[in-house]
């Protein structure tokens, strides 16, 4: 895809899977795809790691077997690097790739504390430097992925988008929160308003969206082009097909219409997941504890399989945690 038609992709492509670390890698991407993610963005990739061909860093553009699109997030302060790293994605990923996101709002120290990430909003001249040497070295779109502002109370996102426009990105996406403000407070959708007023090129709407109910509300409340989905889809891929659903009906959903699994669905979708992990990777199963916690959540008898889950290491003993949690269900239901 080229850049001059990121637009005309994210009008049918509106609802995608953030790029979390730990957490989006193939095996949640593909579950989430099933579930109707437009697209899915991988955890964030070091340039500097990939220019040193490490290994832990190259396994994270791994796709998996039928991936036909995935957005690639790179981090980093280095234009060249940024650049070169960007080209070598391209080249091994080919018509897979769809885009190249650049992390620029990333707050928590290890990364900002180098100078990438949320430190780049704070230099909008390297900020414009990186988003342009990136955009000229590869065909497809390149986006930057930032927050409101760095420091609470100033608000720099509109200048921040004026930037990356002339600076060749092809769209920005927005979490609309301070770098400072990590996770605090709700998400300021307004802001993310005032930057689609402001922008020419596509804004995409991230933050606090946790239903269908929400999604609609970001949209309509910002007119953005397209929104980016992370906490709400952790443990919960269907919010996907909930929000296809009810932007499909075209006005406010019906809670009782959209597709809600029932708990026996939630464990055996973590079930599957945990099978995904194993066949890529046995090793990664271990992930399986969290995202185990999350599909559990409000299920009865969810903190006892809490317990199970943290001493789990493969997807037989995760088999064996679930099983214990339908037995438990079906026990309760028997007793009802
Ligand atoms: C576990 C976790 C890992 C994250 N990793 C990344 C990342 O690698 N790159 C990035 O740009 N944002 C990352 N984020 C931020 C999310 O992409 C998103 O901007 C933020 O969580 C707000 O969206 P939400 O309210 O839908 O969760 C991460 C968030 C979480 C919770």
Not at 33 to 45: D, K, N, P, Y
Not at 224 to 243: E, V
Not at 309 to 331: I, M, P, R, V, W
Request: aromatic share 8%; net charge negative.
């Amino acid at each position: 895809m080229k850049a001059a038609d990121y637009r005309s992709f994210l009008s049918t492509h509106r609802v995608m899977l953030a790029p979390m670390a730990g957490v989006s890698d193939p095996a949640f991407r593909q579950l989430c795809a099933e579930q109707g993610a437009s697209l899915a963005f991988t955890e964030m990739v070091s340039a500097k790691g990939l220019s040193y061909a490490n290994e832990r860093t190259a396994h994270l553009v791994d796709l998996y077997d039928g991936e036909a699109l995935v957005g690639v997030q790179i981090f980093g302060h280095e234009p060249q690097t940024m650049a070169d790293q960007a080209k070598w994605i391209e080249q091994e990923l080919g018509e897979r790739l769809a885009v190249i996101d650049i992390n620029m709002g990333c707050p928590v120290k290890k990364i900002a504390g180098k100078g990438d990430g949320a430190a780049l909003i704070k230099d909008l001249s390297l900020a414009a430097q990186i988003t342009s040497a990136v955009a000229q070295a590869v065909q497809v779109p390149v986006t930057v992925k930032t927050r409101r502002g760095f420091y609470d109370g100033e608000e720099t996102c509109v200048d921040f988008a004026h930037i990356a426009q002339e600076s060749g990105a092809a769209a920005i996406a927005l979490h609309g929160r301070f770098a400072t403000q990590m996770y605090r407070g709700r998400a300021d959708w307004d802001c993310i308003a005032r930057t689609k007023a402001a922008a020419a090129i596509p804004v995409i709407g991230n933050g606090d969206v946790f239903s269908a109910e929400d999604a609609c509300a970001l949209f309509d409340q910002t007119g953005c082009d397209a929104i980016l989905i992370a906490r709400g889809a952790q443990g919960n891929p269907w919010i996907f097909a909930q929000i296809s659903a009810a932007l499909k009906s075209n006005q406010t959903p019906n809670l009782n219409e959209l597709p809600f699994p029932s708990f026996e669905e939630r464990i055996e979708m973590a079930r599957l997941h945990a099978h995904l992990l194993h066949e890529r990777e046995p090793r990664s199963v271990l992930r399986m504890r969290k995202h185990a916690c999350w599909y559990v959540k409000g299920i009865p008898g969810a903190a006892a399989a809490r317990g199970m889950f943290n001493t789990c290491s493969t997807a037989e003993d995760f088999d064996k945690a679930f099983d214990a949690l339908l037995s438990h269900l079906s026990q309760q239901e028997v007793g009802t």
